[in-house]
């Protein structure tokens, strides 16, 4: 058996690499790296894509190839990974919702749309779709066609309201892989913490939907609590999403976005993300459904957090928010052209070791002054108290060893940064 996962993942790369044979120049230390990490993973393949998992686009795809060339090796300065809130709109009411507070006027699709196109040429590689609940947003297929052709379009649904029809003309439009919220394997248990009774009917369904139409890469996306960490609950769901026949398990941890969960006893130690990398580990190497753990893809061991730098998220009323669970605005695509944000957000956000929001929510704490969602000035000030840590070690060879991680910012092509002797 492993001599046969050895030549899967052997061919996987052949194919990545005649995909994109500009990969010759990419510095060898960074092919290297993204080897190693992608050895972790079984890359499978879904319709015509070729996966390692949903958080990065398929390798053979043209998504990858910008990623490459924008990324890998011109280092450019822009976002790779952006989430857009297509919709506030939502018949669930989650306790952990990172949306709950946001308010203001809705974003039109036209706009969604216009956004979405300027991320791309920003560096966009990767564009997850989010709520409320992205399907209320009646031209969800048009803005997913809007941008698919050369940037990986994944949605993140309670699958609340998917109907077939509109299942086919997401997979027409060049939607590469869903995501479908289930937070536990008892069906009560999922619908308290979503104050909805059928919850997990709709989500059932839903994943039925998408598994039935194929060529979709389907998967369940799972917020956990630190007790389900903690009381080992979590290899038990695992096990229950895998009889589910999904493709991935997405998970990440309950993060202090919210005032209510402001608190220690709630946020996740590093001994905590380090257990679920473990078990993402040990999982991977059967052969069953990939588990993809955000908290290993922010790890120090690989990209960190790169939250106002290479992730962005644009919520349903146009504000601009360094990732989709820090409660911070730094302008209004209303009032601002987007570049401008993303410049300005950059050059107060650097690479960090450590996800920014676990390692900064006291200081919004302090800060909040009944403020729910940080407005620009607000959140400058916090900016001004937020130190950052170490590079991770995807980005160490990134910046050239991180001498010159300073200067990065605000170089318009990190090709610039001396490299180390
Ligand atoms: S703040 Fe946390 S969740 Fe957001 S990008 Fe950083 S690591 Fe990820």
């Known amino acids: ?25 990419v510095k060898p230390s960074i092919n290297t790296f993204m080897c190693s990490y992608m050895n972790k993973f079984r890359a499978r393949t879904v319709g015509r894509n070729l996966i390692v998992h949903s958080h990065l686009p398929p390798l053979n795809s043209k998504a990858y190839s910008r990623f490459v060339d924008r ?28 949306n709950k507070n946001r308010s203001g006027r809705v974003i039109d699709s036209e706009t969604i749309i216009r956004i979405a196109k300027e991320l791309k040429e920003s560096g966009v590689v990767w564009l997850g779709l989010t709520g409320g609940e992205p399907l209320l947003n009646k031209d969800l297929a048009k803005i997913v066609e809007s941008v698919s052709e050369d940037c ?15 299942a086919i003309d997401l997979k027409s439009a060049g939607l590469f892989s869903v995501s479908v919220s289930l937070d536990h394997w008892n069906e009560a248990t999922h619908d308290a913490g979503r104050k909805y009774k059928g919850a997990f009917k709709e989500a059932m369904r839903a994943i039925d939907t998408f598994r039935n139409l194929g060529g979709i890469d389907v998967g369940v996306s ?14 038990k769901f695992l096990d229950f999403l895998d009889t589910l026949s999904v493709h991935e398990a997405w998970l990440s941890e309950v993060k202090p976005t919210t005032k209510e969960f402001w608190d220690d006893r709630l946020v996740i130690t590093e001994e905590d993300r ?93 800060h909040s002054n009944g403020e729910r969602v940080f407005g620009k000035e607000s959140s400058l000030k916090i900016m001004d108290e937020v130190d950052f840590g170490e590079l991770s070690a995807f980005f160490r060879l990134y910046y050239a060893g991180g001498r010159n991680r300073e200067a990065a910012w605000e170089q318009p092509s990190a090709r610039r940064i001396t490299e180390p002797a």
Do not use: W
């Open 152 to 166: 990986a379009v994944k949605l993140f649904t309670t699958g609340c309201t998917l109907t077939p029809r509109l």
């Open 222 to 235: 799972a917020v956990l609590t630190r007790e389900m960490i903690r009381t080992d609950q979590t290899e």
């Open 71 to 98: 990324h890998l090796i011109a280092r450019t300065s822009g976002p790779s990974h952006a989430q857009i809130g297509v919709t506030n709109l939502c018949p669930q009411n989650c306790d952990y919702c990172y």
């Open 274 to 366: 380090l257990k679920l990398v473990r078990l993402q580990d040990r999982y991977n190497s059967g052969q069953r459904m990939t588990v993809n753990y955000l908290g290993h893809f922010e790890g120090k061991e690989n990209f960190g957090c790169n939250a106002g730098n290479k992730m962005v998220y644009i919520d349903a009323f146009g504000e601009v928010s360094p990732c989709v669970f820090a409660p911070m605005s730094f302008g209004s695509v209303y009032e601002t052209n987007i570049r401008q944000i993303l410049g300005e957000m950059r050059r107060r956000f650097h690479s960090d070791l450590k996800c920014f929001v676990n390692k900064n929510y006291r200081i919004f704490e302090k």
């Open 1 to 25: 058996m492993r001599g046969v996962a050895a030549v899967n993942k052997i061919r996987s790369m052949a194919r990545a690499f005649l995909a994109n044979p500009q990969l010759l120049f």
